[in-house]
């Protein structure tokens, strides 16, 4: 999928969400007005991202209404049967967090019942533990882990790494499975969990 704002997205999910809700297609003033947006220029930057993206159809003198392509509707079925794969995630040095969302298939028995997405992993730091570059990784939706789960820990807001987490009242360690890494450190306000690992997959191709 073509990278997407933040606001992108959620005009994009909402016009996902409500397609089948709304009786005809939304003019780009009635779509401002259900999203709460003072500006119709910038929503009309917004629509002309997805436009170019391929999820919204253009409009014209006989089509004014906003219409999700084939492309979009494909997507919102992969979303219904899938988790979103949101990019790549560091398993050694941290690397900047990615949110370009997709859909991947993935087994019911690598997943839980919880809110869950995919990451895939590069680099080396979890060998030890089975966890190699190009793996991809199932992650559960959480913001608190217990000491020695593997997690997602976004660091000083910008760069998200894969790792162990040992935590203690003034200090919290990412600890590699790798014998030649060592742990870091940091002050717990500087450490988010995103989430914690439940599922791996890998290609042999």
Known sequence: MVSLSRKQQDIYEFLLTNQDKLAYPPTLNE???MLGLASRGSLHKHVKALIEA???KPMNR???GI???DKATEQLTEQNTGL???GRIAAGKPIEAI???SYMSVPEQIKTTNPCYVLQVKGDSMIDEGIFD???VVIEQRTQ???GEIVVALIDKSEATLKFIEQYPHETLLIPANSSMAAMQFRPEQIEIQGVLVGQMRSYT
């Open 62 to 64: 006989k089509q004014t």
């Open 84 to 86: 979103p794969y949101v």
């Open 145 to 147: 882990a217990q000491n």
């Open 54 to 56: 391929g999820l919204v």
């Open 134 to 136: 190009g793996d991809w």
């Open 67 to 69: 219409r999700l392509t």
């Open 99 to 101: 949110e370009n969302i």
């Open 31 to 33: 779509l401002r007005l």
